[in-house]
C-alpha cells in the first residue's frame, strides 16, 4: 500500500477555484468509489468534507465538490475564502477492507 | 452528535508498548451503525490508517502495523483502544480516533488527536 499521490501545495485568490488531485492506481482510486477528503486546520480536529467520491456531508459548504475519473479523484474548492487555507487529504478504499491516504496539500489563500 | 477525545501517556520508551483510549459521547460503541478508527500522523508527515474496529468486534489493520497492533472496544465504558507494541521513534506522532457511521469507507467524526512521542 503507497500513499496517494496529491501535489504538495496550491494557491488562489479569494474567490477563484483551484482543485487538488490525488492519484492511485486501479488496487485503490480507480477500483472503488470509496474516494473521501479531509480538512486539517493547525491544532483542530480534522473535518470530514467529501465522501463516495462526491457526496458532501450536512454542513460543507457546496462550494466543495469531488470527482474522479480513472485512478485520479479531484477536490475543487471554488470561491475561495480565506478560511479555506488548511492542508487537505484524500482516503481510498484500497481493498480487503483497508484504507491508504494522500501525501497532503496545502491549500494557501493569496 | 458524536465526541471523540482521545487520551494516554504522551511518552512511551522505545521497544515498550503505546497504549491509547478513545472515549465516545454522543453515541454508544454498543451500535451495529459504527466502525471506530485509529489513525495517525508523524510530524511534517501524512496521515496514515492504523486500523478499526466493529461493535462485534471484527477487526481490519493496517497490512504494515498489524503485527504490532490490536484495537478493541469496551462497551461497558463507551471507549475504543490502541495497542501497538515494540515502538521506535518512527512511531512518533499525532494519534486521532475516529467514527464511520455516515459512510463505513469514510471518517466523518474526529477526535482532536494526542501526541505520542516515542523516546527514552
Known amino acids: 500500500q503507497s500513499a496517494l499521490t496529491q501535489p504538495r501545495s496550491v494557491s488562489g485568490s479569494p474567490g477563484q477555484s483551484v482543485t487538488i488531485s490525488c492519484t492511485g492506481t486501479s488496487s485503490d482510486v480507480g477500483g472503488y468509489n470509496y474516494v473521501s477528503w479531509y480538512q486539517l486546520h493547525p491544532g483542530k480536529a480534522p473535518k470530514f468534507m467529501i465522501y463516495d467520491v462526491s457526496k458532501r456531508p450536512s454542513g460543507v459548504p457546496d462550494r466543495f465538490s469531488g470527482t474522479k475519473f480513472g485512478n485520479t479523484a479531484s477536490l475543487t474548492i471554488s470561491g475561495l475564502q480565506a478560511e479555506d487555507e488548511a492542508d487537505y487529504y484524500c482516503c481510498s478504499y484500497a481493498g480487503s477492507y483497508t484504507y491508504v491516504f494522500g501525501t497532503g496539500t496545502k491549500v494557501t489563500v493569496l | 452528535q458524536v465526541q471523540l477525545q482521545e487520551s494516554g501517556p504522551g511518552l512511551v520508551k522505545p521497544s515498550q508498548t503505546l497504549s491509547l483510549t478513545c472515549t465516545v459521547s454522543?453515541?454508544?460503541?454498543?451500535?451495529?451503525?459504527?466502525?471506530w478508527s485509529w489513525i495517525r500522523q508523524p510530524a511534517g508527515k501524512g496521515l496514515e490508517w492504523i486500523g478499526r474496529?466493529?461493535?462485534?468486534?471484527?477487526?481490519n489493520y493496517n497490512p504494515s502495523l498489524k503485527s504490532r497492533v490490536t484495537i478493541s472496544v469496551d462497551t461497558s465504558m463507551n471507549q475504543f483502544s490502541l495497542k501497538m507494541s515494540s515502538v521506535t521513534a518512527a512511531d512518533t506522532a499525532v494519534y486521532y480516533c475516529a467514527s464511520s457511521y455516515l459512510s463505513w469507507d469514510a471518517f466523518d467524526i474526529w477526535g482532536q488527536g494526542t501526541m505520542v512521542t516515542v523516546s527514552s
Open positions: 454522543g453515541g454508544s460503541t454498543r451500535s451495529g451503525s459504527y466502525y
Open positions: 474496529i466493529f461493535t462485534s468486534g471484527i477487526t
